[in-house]
Structures are given as C-alpha cells and as structure tokens.
C-alpha cells in the first residue's frame, strides 16, 4: 500500500510521453500549413526588411547625388518601386482579409487557414 503511492507514475515518474506525430506524419497543432504560414511570414518579413535597406540606400543616394540630374532620378525611382512594392504587400493582407470576409464571413479566414483532415 505504501509501496503503491511511493511508485505512483504521477509522482515519481511523471505523466506519460506521448508521441508528437499524429497518425499522418503531422506534428500535432500544426502540419504543413502551419509550416506554410511561417514560410509566408518569413517572406514578408524579408520584403519589409529588404525595403528599408532599400530605402536608407536610396536616400543615401539622394543625399550624395550632389546635384547630379541622373542619380537624383535614380534615388527617386528606388524610393517610389520600394514604396510600391511596401503598398502591394500591405494590399495583399487587406485584400485577404476583405475576400475572406465576403466569401466565408471571417475576414482571419484565408489569413489563418484551417485544414480538416481525417483525424
């Protein structure tokens, strides 16, 4: 009797190890499209990233352009594609969450997919 709550498993052993991977090969809370949806944010996060290098180099370049007409054209090009491509990135989330919304009646819905499997 004594022995049986000394060796009890929650006391001394703990509770018991239970396998990550579903039937499927998934790791549980997850899957391939919570390894897509992090592979998508790693993307935006790069662009936003490669934008403000982008922008700190083009207004270098705005700066030390000493009045040249040809490297002012350029600074201001690289400054107005990075802007347009910051709107295109910011557009497609807006755009996302307004096609969720029409369509399935949340607008988180093709920002967060959830995938139904067979388990």
Known sequence: MILDKIFAANSIIGEEIKNPLNLYGSVEG???TAF????????????GIYALINLIIAGFT????????KKLTQAWDRIWQT????????????????????LFGNPM???NPVIYGPN
């Open 30 to 32: 997850g899957g391939l």
């Open 36 to 47: 897509f949806s992090n592979i998508l944010r790693l993307v935006f996060v790069v662009a």
């Open 62 to 69: 705005y700066m030390t352009a000493g009045g040249d007409a």
């Open 83 to 102: 802007l347009l491509g910051l709107a295109i990135i910011a557009g497609s989330f807006v755009l996302a969450a307004i096609f969720g919304y029409i």
């Open 109 to 111: 819905f093709m920002l």
